[in-house]
C-alpha cells in the first residue's frame, strides 16, 4: 500500500527526515519511514492475554507472526474507520504491527530545522514538528514497549 | 467411557483434525497427520513433536502430548473418583480469556482435556478438541521478544494452524502457577476452578 525507499536515504546532521503520516484516533503522528516496514489492510488480532503493557496481541501475516503494539491504548483514544490499516514498523527486538486509522498515511520530508523537541509526555518520541497549531510527535519507535513498564 | 487416550485411541484423536487444511496452512512437512511417506527426507522422530490443538473462548491452543494423559467430558470427569484417591493434587483450571470473552460454559458435555506433569494432575475446560498436529521441532515459533512479562512463563512458542495461530500452553505452568492459591483449601485433593487467564488480564495501561 504504502513503501518506503529505504536505499538511498542517509540521515546527516542537516539531511531532511523522510517521514510517514498517519493517524490513530484521529490524532495526527509521524514516523521515520526508515523505521516503516510495510503499510496493509489491518487483519483481527489474536489474543494472547499478555501483560505486557500493550502487547497483547499478535497478527498472522502469511508465515510470519508478528506482535500489536496496541498504540491507540497507549494515547487512549479509538482507531478510526471500517477498514483501518496495519502498519508494519522496525523495531529493534524485531518488527511489530500497529492498528492505524483507515486515512491513507502520508509521506512528509521535514527540514532538520523544523524539527523540535516533544513537548508531550504521553508517548516516546524523537521530536515533534509543527502544523499549524498541531504539534504532531515523531515516534520513538526503539522505546515503544521498553519505556511502558 | 468415552475416554478419549492418546494411547488408545490415538487414531480417533488424529481424525479429529482438518487435516485439509493443516497441510494446506503448514505445508505437507510441517502438519505429518501419521502418514509417512517412505522416503529418505523423512524427518527423525526426535525432531517431531506433537501437540494437542484445542480451542477455548474460539482461541488456538497447543498442549504437548506428553503432558495429555486424555480428553473426558465435565459428566465423566465428575464420575473420575480414582484420581482423588491417589494424594495428588488435581484440580479444574478455566482459562479465561481476557477482552471480555466469556469462559468455558460447564455442561455435562463440554470437554476437559486432562494433564499431568509428575507431581500433579489438572483438567483444562475446552471449546473444542481440534485432534493431535505432529510438526517439526523447526516449525514451532518463538514468542517475540516484545513480551517480556510474565506471559513468557506462560507459553513455550506458537504454532501456525489453519489461518491463525496456536499458542503452546506451558503445562507447568497451567498445573503449578496456581499451586498458591489452592494452598490452605484443607483439602489433600483439590478440585479448583482456577481463572487462570483472568490472573494474566492486563489492567495497567499508563506508561
Not at chain 1, 43 to 72: C, M
Not at chain 2, 126 to 136: K, T
Request: charged letters at 20%; proline letters at 5%; a negative charge.
Amino acid at each position: 500500500m504504502l513503501r518506503t525507499g529505504e536505499k538511498g536515504q542517509r540521515e546527516g546532521t542537516h539531511s531532511p527526515w523522510n517521514c510517514v503520516v498517519f493517524s490513530v484516533g484521529g490524532r495526527r503522528l509521524a514516523v521515520k519511514t526508515l523505521q516503516v516496514a510495510g503499510i496493509s489492510p489491518w487483519k483481527p488480532s489474536i489474543p494472547v492475554g499478555s501483560r505486557t503493557p500493550f502487547i497483547t496481541s499478535v497478527v498472522r501475516q502469511d508465515q510470519t507472526v508478528l506482535p500489536v503494539f496496541d498504540l491507540a491504548s497507549l494515547l487512549r483514544l479509538h482507531v478510526q474507520g471500517s477498514h483501518p490499516l496495519c502498519l508494519r514498523i522496525k523495531h529493534p527486538l524485531g518488527d511489530m504491527v500497529m492498528c492505524i486509522d483507515e486515512e491513507v498515511p502520508v509521506l512528509h520530508t521535514l527540514e532538520r530545522a523544523a524539527v523540535q523537541a516533544y513537548r508531550g509526555k504521553d508517548l516516546p518520541a524523537e521530536g515533534s514538528y509543527a502544523n499549524g497549531l498541531d504539534e504532531i510527535p515523531i515516534l520513538a519507535i526503539s522505546q515503544l514497549g521498553s519505556c511502558m513498564k | 467411557m468415552g475416554h478419549l487416550c492418546l494411547e488408545g485411541n490415538l487414531a480417533e484423536i488424529f481424525v479429529l483434525i482438518d487435516e485439509i487444511g493443516v497441510v494446506a496452512e503448514n505445508g505437507n512437512e510441517s502438519a505429518d497427520m501419521s502418514i509417512q511417506e517412505q522416503g529418505a527426507s523423512a524427518p527423525s522422530a526426535s525432531s517431531l513433536q506433537r501437540f494437542l490443538i484445542v480451542t477455548i473462548s474460539g482461541r488456538y491452543l497447543a498442549l504437548d502430548a506428553g503432558s495429555v494423559e486424555g480428553v473426558l467430558t465435565i459428566a465423566e470427569l465428575e464420575k473420575r473418583e480414582d484420581l482423588t484417591m491417589q494424594g495428588v493434587v488435581e484440580r479444574t483450571v478455566s482459562l479465561v480469556m481476557q477482552l471480555g470473552n466469556a469462559d468455558v460454559p460447564t455442561h455435562p458435555t463440554t470437554r476437559a482435556v486432562l494433564l499431568t506433569d509428575r507431581r500433579t494432575r489438572g483438567s483444562v475446560r475446552v471449546s473444542d478438541v481440534h485432534g493431535m498436529l505432529e510438526i517439526q521441532q523447526s516449525q514451532i515459533l518463538p514468542l517475540p521478544p516484545q513480551f517480556s512479562g510474565v506471559e513468557r512463563d506462560w507459553y513455550q512458542g506458537m504454532i501456525l494452524f489453519e489461518k491463525s495461530v496456536a499458542m503452546i500452553l506451558n503445562p507447568a505452568w497451567v498445573l503449578e502457577a496456581h499451586e498458591g492459591s489452592d494452598v490452605g483449601q484443607g483439602r489433600e485433593t483439590l478440585c479448583l476452578p482456577v481463572d487462570a487467564w483472568a490472573t494474566g488480564v492486563s489492567d495497567g495501561r499508563t506508561c
